[in-house]
């Protein structure tokens, strides 16, 4: 299975910038899925971008303009840049990685972003 560490998450005022890493513990290259989702609290997780096989990327309408998912395949990484935050992207974000479509994912454990008013 692969680990996910996820890290660069904190505390920022609205209209702020952050930048999440997600560094998985083998090659990234050709996994068919692979990028961010989060969960507020009491909602469900829900998809905030992420890389399908083939080089395209899926973002949740809530982060279009505002978000932008990339990838280092050298560092078995993958960011995601957050400019204009608002009070509702406060969540846990969490990284998740589908190798194949015939295997399971992995998540990570996780990283607090908070956005003050």
């Known amino acids: 299975q692969v680990q996910l560490v996820e890290s660069g998450g904190g505390m920022v005022q609205a209209g702020g910038s952050l930048r999440l890493s997600c560094a998985a513990s083998?090659?990234?290259?050709?996994?068919?899925?692979m990028g961010w989702y989060r969960q507020a609290p009491g909602k469900l997780r829900e998809l905030v971008a992420v890389?399908?096989?083939?080089?395209?990327?899926n973002y949740a309408d809530s982060v279009k303009g505002r978000f932008t998912i990339s990838r280092d395949n050298a560092k078995n990484t993958v960011y995601l840049q957050m400019n204009s935050l608002k009070p509702e992207d406060t969540a846990v974000y969490y990284c998740y990685c589908l190798p194949t479509l015939r295997g399971g994912g992995s998540w990570g454990q996780g990283t607090q972003v908070t956005v003050s008013s």
């Open positions: 083998r090659s990234i290259g050709s996994f068919d899925r």
């Open positions: 890389f399908i096989s083939g080089g395209l990327t």
